[in-house]
């Protein structure tokens, strides 16, 4: 079964706070995803790894970046919390050539 | 801008009835098709894939792709509280450095009430 692990189910941060979210898995994908996810907007593409230490941006980059140190390990860093990063953070990985993503358990991320 | 597109619903059914989720996308290049099942607060989880036109059944499940109209659907046969859930489609389209990258509608609410 392939696992994918989040570092925090729920985390409370302040306005401008650096904030670390980190994901794990254990199934040697090469791919993998930072989404988030809010009412009435479906799933957001932050950014992806499509190897070690290589990224890019998805379809909402401002105020996040990544990294990708190790090929089960994937960072998502808010380098400056803002209130309306307040949103569910959800990290997916796959196979290189499948698109069948693999979601973790997702961290509810609450700024104050 | 590639998009795929679902009634955010809620669709609701009674027990034992067939729901019919449906979700049609813009790129006709499109090559596969994913089904992801997602229960209030939890994260998605992939139910469903299909590639071909036609039909893919497994056990209360059937996706069927309609390529030429650009649709895919989702039924579930005999459908159970226990089915009431967020359903995403998803289309894979090709990206750089080999990765697919799918692009996720906004979901349908279903709810099967006893």
């Known amino acids: 079964d392939v696992k994918v692990t989040q570092s925090s189910r729920y985390l409370v941060k302040r306005t401008g706070e650096k904030v670390f979210l980190e994901c794990v898995q254990d199934?040697?994908?090469?791919?993998m995803f930072w989404y988030r996810q809010d009412p009435g907007l479906g799933l957001r593409l932050i950014y992806f790894s499509y190897d070690v230490k290589m990224k890019e941006k998805g379809d909402i980059p401002e105020g996040y970046s990544v990294s990708r140190e190790k090929k089960e390990r994937f960072s998502l860093i808010l380098e400056s919390a803002s209130t309306n990063q307040t949103s569910m953070y959800l990290c997916?990985?796959?196979?290189?050539?499948?698109?069948?993503?693999?979601f973790g358990p997702g961290t509810r991320l609450t700024v104050t | 801008q590639k998009e795929v597109e679902q009634n955010s619903g809620p669709l609701s059914v009674p027990e034992g009835a067939i729901a019919s989720l449906n979700c049609t996308y813009s790129d006709r290049g499109s090559q596969s098709f994913f089904w992801y099942r997602q229960y209030s607060g939890k994260s998605p989880e992939l139910i469903m894939f299909?590639?071909?036109?036609g039909d893919k059944e497994d056990g209360r499940f059937t996706a069927q792709l309609n390529k030429a109209s650009q649709y895919v659907s989702l039924l579930i046969r005999d459908s159970q509280p226990s089915d009431s859930a967020t359903y995403l489609c998803?289309?894979?389209?090709?990206?750089?450095?080999?990765?697919?990258?799918?692009?996720f509608g906004r979901g349908t609410s279903l709810i099967v009430h006893p």
């Open positions: 998803a289309a894979r389209f090709g990206a750089s450095g080999g990765s697919y990258i799918p692009t």
């Open positions: 299909i590639y071909s036109n």
């Open positions: 997916a990985s796959s196979l290189t050539g499948s698109a069948e993503q693999y």
């Open positions: 199934m040697d994908h090469e791919n």
